[in-house]
Structure formats: C-alpha cells, structure tokens
C-alpha cells in the first residue's frame, strides 16, 4: 500500500520525552485539508509540548488516487505512521475508526471528534445515499472557485454548523481543493457506503475519546448513544458553546480536553 504525504506542526518548545511518547494524528473532514487544520495543530502542538502530524487526504488537495474508500485510507495512513494516536474531525474521525478496528497495532489511542459510526436504518441509509449522490454530482459540475467557494458557503450554512463564520471555517484554504476530487472522494467514503461500527468499536481495548459540541443535537445524541454501549471504554467530551465544527469555534477548548485526556490516558 502506498503512502500518505504529512506535514508536521513542530512545538514551541523542545520536547523533552520525544522518543517515548507516541505520534499524534491529526485527520480533516471533508471539503478540508491540513492547511485548514493548520491553526488547530499549532495550539494543540503547544498546549501538549509534542509534534502533531497533518494528512491531506485523498481528494483534499493530495496526490493520492480520490477514489480511495475508508478501509484503504485507513490502510494507508497505518502503514505511514505505525503507532500513533489519531485524532479525527468528522470524515477523518471515520477514518481513524477504521485505523483501530483493521489496524489495532497502530492506533495507540483513538479522538474522534463529531464523527458517524454508521447508519443502521435502511431507510436513513438510502436517505443519505441519495444526499450524497446529488451532492457529489453538484460538485463534479464546478468549474471555477468562485463556484467552489458559493458552494462552501451553502454547505456549511447548513444547521448542523450553526451559523458558524466563514473565517472559523477557513473557507480560504479549502478552495485549493479540485471540485471534482471531492466528488469522487464522497462517492468512496460517504457515510451511506460505510459499514455500522458500533459493535466493532465496542471492542477496541485503547485509550478512546469522542468530542461533540453542546450545540451539536446530532453528534450529541450519537456521542451518548456510543456511551451507552461502551461504558468505562469511552471517555465522552461535550464543548461548550460549541456547533458541529467544535475545532474551528471552539479550538482552544478543544486542545485542551484533548491534552487533559492525552495525559490521563498516559498516551
């Protein structure tokens, strides 16, 4: 399996335990890539005195095919990291379920943060199937970034993200993403192709965290459902103040209950 590119967000200061201490992960969500996580990295990385890693996946601004599905990137990114602790948003938290479930020996601990672990009802799974399907098709019709850029503020005015400002959304980095790359990158891992995982993360024996925002009624209700079923094996993280893309609105909040559960885990 090839490889991912990364880039790496170094700490303020010298880490002191580099050689012991596992990588850290950092995944975007869709229509994102690293530069937009750039920010959020650069906080985290001081906060925890530790390098954090940023991938830009397959159809997010990376030379890798856009047509790979979850089990391939997940394949990908263990194959480049090894053992490491792997932060998600959204798509990527997808992605790093994938990485704990297929390849345990990488994932030393797992942050997911408002990510799907998968439609059971088939009438919800068609319905995401069809939104999916009409999404990537108007994406695959963009010509130009003034498109692209109309079409990310329609997407991300949705009620999911709460109103959220398009400076918190780093709309400008997501537009060196090609339109038609994100359509084939939906089309092999949207969330209607994606197996129900809950048992499967039920089972995992590592360190595991999920964030959602207090605003975020979806992810909310998923997050205490996925309590529900792993108990102890669980620790959930709601963000004050805070929509779906807790990491733009509420970064600093963010870093550091991730940095307080990084430490507690002994991660």
């Known amino acids: ?52 890693h940023l991938v830009d996946l397959p159809g997010h601004n990376s030379q890798n095919p856009p047509n790979l599905n979850l089990r391939e990137i997940a394949e990908m990114l263990g194959d480049t990291f090894g053992s490491a602790v792997f932060i998600g948003y ?33 009438s919800a799974l068609q319905s995401r199937r069809e939104s999916d399907e009409k999404l990537a098709l108007s994406l695959s019709q963009i010509t130009n970034e003034a498109e692209l850029r109309k079409f990310l503020m329609k997407w991300l005015s949705a009620p999911i993200f709460g109103g959220i400002h398009p400076d918190q959304a780093q709309i400008g980095s997501r537009l060196v993403n090609e339109p038609i790359k994100l359509a084939q990158s939906l089309k092999s891992t949207g969330l209607a192709g994606q197996s129900y995982l809950l048992e499967e993360l039920a089972s995992l024996k590592v360190p595991f965290a999920y964030l959602y925002g207090q605003n975020d009624a979806k992810f909310g209700q998923i997050g205490h459902l996925m309590k529900e079923r792993l108990r102890d094996n669980l620790d959930l993280i709601e963000v004050a103040s805070s929509g779906h893309y807790l990491l733009g609105e509420r970064p600093y909040e963010c870093a550091i209950a991730i940095s307080q559960f990084l430490t507690a885990s002994n991660i």
């Open 90 to 122: 959204s798509l990527g938290g997808r992605i790093a379920y994938h990485i704990a479930i297929h390849r345990p020996e990488a994932a030393a601990g797992l942050i997911a943060i408002g990510a799907n672990p998968g439609l059971i009802d088939s």
């Open 1 to 52: 399996m090839a490889k991912i590119l990364f880039h790496t967000i170094a700490p303020s200061a010298i880490p002191t335990k580099l050689q012991d201490e596992n990588k850290i992960v950092l995944i975007h969500g869709f229509t994102q890539n690293a530069k937009t996580l750039t920010p959020f990295a650069r906080l985290l990385a001081k906060l925890t005195n530790r390098p954090l």
